[in-house]
């Protein structure tokens, strides 16, 4: 059984996920843990995203024919054989050390059940990178109030969580009826019911801002916000509708 398995649901990203999955590759070898799988769901793509996956040695690739992340992302947890789940997106950059510190964590830290780090926007402008980085330290304080004070939510960042399976056995795995946004606070709150949420900035991950570019900071991180509020203590998003963004 392997230690990880890094799930990535991929719908067009013929463009984005060679390198992706070299920077995947690449951790796996610098972490030296050469028993991370590596699972890639080829969600409904009408372009070259699975013949590009096919085309890494030892890539396990998913069709998944229902155009959802949630959906692709449970197909890829079934797929999957790792004692810890590792959801990244298809424009990310993991970097040398992730999974590394993944181990670390989770191997430190008996009752952690879920994991996550800040997303770094690569490819925005200076001052979008600076909110960016202003979001991500007011996200840190308000995931552990409503976790460590509270004790009725938690908060992961989509495409930068790691699960343990046990406990995303034990929770259902993914709620499939969302279809976007909210859908990385519906599973760290149902989790969080089972143990230890951690969000952590020991943990970044580097993204393509390419939403951000395309719908407006501050309009995309208020839309964000509002779904997680409401995924969090009314159980489901308020924004079903959302842009497929592409490079």
């Given at each position: 059984m392997p230690k990880i398995s890094v799930v990535i649901p991929a719908y067009n990203e013929e463009r984005a996920l060679g390198d992706t999955l070299r920077a995947v590759k690449n951790t796996i070898h610098a972490d030296n843990l050469p028993d991370t799988e590596v699972v890639v769901v080829n969600n409904a793509s009408t372009d070259r995203t699975g013949e590009v996956a096919r085309s890494f040695e030892g890539v396990v690739v998913v069709d998944e024919p229902r155009k959802s992340l949630t959906r692709a992302r449970q197909a890829g947890f079934m797929a999957s054989r790792g004692l810890y789940i590792a959801?990244?997106?298809?424009?990310?950059?993991?970097?040398?050390?992730?999974?590394?510190?993944?181990?670390?964590?989770?191997?430190?830290?008996?009752?952690?059940?879920?994991?996550?780090?800040?997303?770094?926007?690569?490819?925005?402008?200076?001052?979008?990178?600076?909110?960016?980085?202003?979001?991500?330290?007011?996200?840190?304080?308000?995931?552990?109030?409503?976790?460590?004070?509270?004790?009725?939510?938690?908060?992961?960042?989509?495409?930068?969580?790691?699960?343990?399976?046990?406990?995303?056995?034990?929770?259902?795995?993914?709620?499939?009826?969302?279809?976007?946004?909210?859908?990385?606070s519906d599973i760290a709150t149902r989790v969080a019911r089972l143990g230890l949420v951690r969000w952590t900035f020991r943990l970044p991950m580097r993204s393509s801002g390419r939403r951000f570019a395309a719908e407006g900071v501050v309009r995309l991180m208020t839309r964000y916000v509002v779904n997680m509020i409401s995924t969090m203590f009314f159980n489901k998003p308020l924004t079903a509708e959302y842009k497929d963004i592409r490079k």
């Open positions: 959801n990244v997106d298809a424009d990310t950059l993991m970097h040398p050390g992730w999974l590394r510190e993944v181990v670390r964590q989770f191997e430190s830290t008996p009752r952690l059940v879920g994991l996550s780090g800040p997303y770094v926007y690569w490819d925005l402008p200076f001052f979008s990178r600076m909110f960016m980085h202003f979001c991500n330290f007011n996200t840190y304080f308000f995931h552990l109030f409503v976790h460590r004070v509270l004790g009725v939510a938690a908060f992961m960042q989509g495409g930068n969580f790691i699960i343990r399976r046990t406990a995303l056995e034990a929770v259902g795995g993914y709620d499939t009826s969302i279809e976007f946004y909210g859908e990385d």
